[in-house]
């Protein structure tokens, strides 16, 4: 019988894709990162217990094109900084991605909030443009230009929080029987995402960031209140995760909606005097 792709590996064709997959060359993107203060009582808001809000209300946007073998990525982030214990670290809220390939992963892997979306990455002369975009709406866009040449910082990590979990097959989130009612089919866990970066090029830009009004991807409730810093970089990066802690069931579902494109988010208006 000829092969039959969808039939079981053997043990060497396992072992062979675990060996190819951590052996990866150093993967550069070229990308563009902004943050800026924004409302304390909004960062709290929107942190999933047990993560705190840290001392400074920041929100760091990241839009990048990453240079993988054989097709270019885009990939985005919008992460609020948050506390666990005493790890400072940044609670992202959305991250859009140009495949399938790098959504999956990430979600199924780490519990990363990955969304397939348009990121956006362009550079003219000084002149630079980068956004993130879901449903037809750019509802985050950097705009400016390059104003300067930065010192390259030294290897650095970061750390990014994120919750995994499945949620209940049945609807009600029976479970085990465990926690009735709680809408997983088990309980959710916290991952600590550690990021190895290296940086070869970093550029200061001067511009401005723009929200806009989206109702799957309301990142225009954190409002930019002053712009701590804007770059355009080169750099490469690794991650590990390791969960660190099971949480509560109940104190993480009203944070559901936070991870889909969640139908009864046409009820949530935004907030009185927020852009639109």
Known sequence: MARVRYGARTEAEIAAARTKSTRLPDIWSTGVVAVWETDPDVVAAVLPPPLKPTERPLVRATV?????????????????????????????????????RALVGGREVFGEPKKLGEVVVERDGLVVHASLAR?????????????????????????????????????????????????????????????????????????????RESMYDPVADL??????????????TDQKGRVVERVSAQALLPYLHQRYDDPLQIHDGPPEGSLR
């Not at 990453?66 to 214990?85: M, R």
């Not at 997983?184 to 991952?191: E, I, W, Y």
């Open 223 to 236: 409002p930019v209140r002053r712009i701590v810093d804007i770059t355009l970089g080169e750099k490469t």
């Open 64 to 100: 990048s094109r990453v240079d993988l073998p054989g097709y270019p990525l885009g990939a985005g982030s919008v992460a609020v900084a948050a506390a666990h214990g005493d790890q400072r670290g940044w609670y992202p809220l959305v991250m859009p991605m140009t495949h399938e």
């Open 135 to 211: 449903h037809g709406i750019a509802f985050v866009e950097v705009r400016g230009a390059v104003s300067g040449q930065l010192p390259l910082p030294e290897p650095t990590e970061r750390t990014d929080f994120y919750f995994k979990f499945l949620p209940a097959v049945d609807g009600s989130g029976a479970g085990d029987g465990s926690s009735p009612g709680s809408g997983f089919d088990a309980d959710p866990v916290l991952v600590h995402c550690v990021r190895r970066e290296k940086v070869r090029k970093l550029e200061r830009i001067t511009g401005d960031v723009v929200l």
